[in-house]
């Protein structure tokens, strides 16, 4: 954490990237760290701000293309991202926001360099993939059920430096087999619903990540109701 002992969360180009709830991710984030007693401080830093490298988690969502390649293209250009991965810090990407952690995406029929934060390429599927998305998480990371909601029209390629986020079971993910990626403490998903919300579980992995505290169990009534509906709904 940061030196004030601050969880410092940065919310990427919410001008540029934020569909389906996503900005939902860094609510419940807060929330969630607020309720084990940590302080937070979030920042948002839009695409004509230079990103902060000292964040602890930096949250980045989804967006059509055009929006896709320019937040790229200025994440590449800023670098401050990638300085603070460099530090060890936490990053929550989802969909475009996942597409850019790799080495290459489609946009709008152009391929576009990625960020190269995740061993990841990324092309056009045939279809678009829409609706629920379901799948059984990595056992590596030991957390319940993936649910979330994918509207995309890119796939997503794996290669050795990554390990898939999920094995889908509901939707198409990735490729209609594996679901996200993650390395270290990158993380990226198609999931969104907002994420977060649905896998509060994910939250305090991300929380863990930046702290390195063991967090204690709260009221998660609420969202267990909301996981077992949306889940009930893809079975
Ligand atoms: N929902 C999204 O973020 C879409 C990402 C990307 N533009 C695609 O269609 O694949």
């Known amino acids: 954490m940061s030196t004030e002992s601050h969880l410092r969360i940065i919310w990427l180009y919410p ?13 419940i984030l807060a929330r969630r760290a607020d309720l084990r007693g940590l302080p937070v401080e979030c920042a948002e830093v839009r695409a004509d701000q230079p990103v902060p490298a000292d964040g602890d988690v930096y949250l980045i969502g989804g967006g059509e293309d055009g929006p896709q390649a320019l937040a790229a293209q200025r994440l590449i250009a800023d670098g401050g991202l990638h300085r603070a991965v460099e530090r060890g810090a936490t990053v929550f990407s989802v969909c475009a926001g996942y597409q850019l952690m ?20 990324s092309d056009r599927g045939e279809t678009r993939a829409v609706g629920e998305l379901a799948g059984e998480v990595d056992p590596m990371l030991g957390l319940p059920m993936l649910t979330g909601f994918e509207n995309h029209g890119g796939r997503t390629h794996l290669g050795p430096g990554v390990r898939p986020l999920a094995r889908v079971t509901t939707g198409i ?9 993650w390395k270290g403490r990158v993380l990226g998903t198609y999931s969104h619903g907002p994420a977060l919300a649905r896998n509060p579980a994910i939250a305090d992995l991300l929380i863990r990540w930046a702290t390195g505290l063991q967090l204690e ?11 077992e509906e949306r889940l009930s709904a893809v079975r």
């Open 102 to 121: 790799g080495h290459a995406f489609f946009a709008k029929g152009t391929k576009c360099p990625g960020l190269g934060l995740l061993d990841i390429t």
């Open 217 to 227: 169990p709260i009221d998660d009534r609420w969202p267990t109701k909301l996981r």
């Open 15 to 27: 001008d540029l990237l934020s569909t389906y709830g996503d900005r939902g991710n860094l609510l």
């Open 173 to 181: 993910g990735n490729d209609g087999a594996s679901e996200g990626a």
